[in-house]
């Protein structure tokens, strides 16, 4: 169960940090760790700023599971966290061409 939640933070990292490169106009030089690293960052800080937004609610379905078809908002909300993340990261750095 421990390396299937790891997997599974490392798959939705690497989407999630693929949308936000996606979302920043310019190139950045970025390799598959750090994308993944992004992503789950930017899931982290989006997750934070939708609960203060919206209140801490977790999508369940009938049974009491999470449901992955009505997950839509916490997606959008971890790609918007990781374009944030990567923005914040490239203005401090103040490197537009190379993130290492």
Same mark, same amino acid.
């Given at each position: 169960?421990?390396?299937?939640?790891?997997l599974g933070?490392?798959?939705?990292?690497?989407?999630?940090?693929?949308?936000?490169?996606?979302?920043m106009?310019?190139?950045?030089?970025?390799?598959?760790?750090? =994308?993944?690293?992004? +992503?789950?960052?930017? &899931? *982290?800080? #989006? @997750? %934070? /700023?939708?609960?203060?937004? !919206?209140?801490?609610?977790?999508?369940?379905?009938?049974?009491?599971?999470?449901?992955?078809? =009505?997950?839509?908002? +916490?997606?959008?909300? &971890? *790609?918007? #966290? @990781? %374009? /944030?993340?990567?923005?914040? !990261?490239?203005?401090?750095?103040?490197?537009?061409d190379?993130?290492?």
């Amino acid at each position: 169960m421990f390396l299937g939640t790891i997997l599974g933070w490392v798959i939705a990292g690497l989407v999630v940090g693929a949308f936000a490169r996606l979302l920043m106009p310019g190139k950045q030089n970025m390799g598959i760790p750090m =994308t993944i690293i992004l +992503g789950i960052v930017g &899931a *982290v800080v #989006g @997750g %934070f /700023l939708g609960s203060l937004f !919206f209140g801490p609610n977790l999508t369940m379905d009938s049974t009491g599971a999470y449901a992955v078809g =009505t997950a839509w908002p +916490g997606w959008i909300m &971890a *790609v918007l #966290g @990781g %374009f /944030l993340v990567l923005w914040l !990261f490239v203005a401090l750095s103040g490197r537009r061409d190379r993130i290492v």
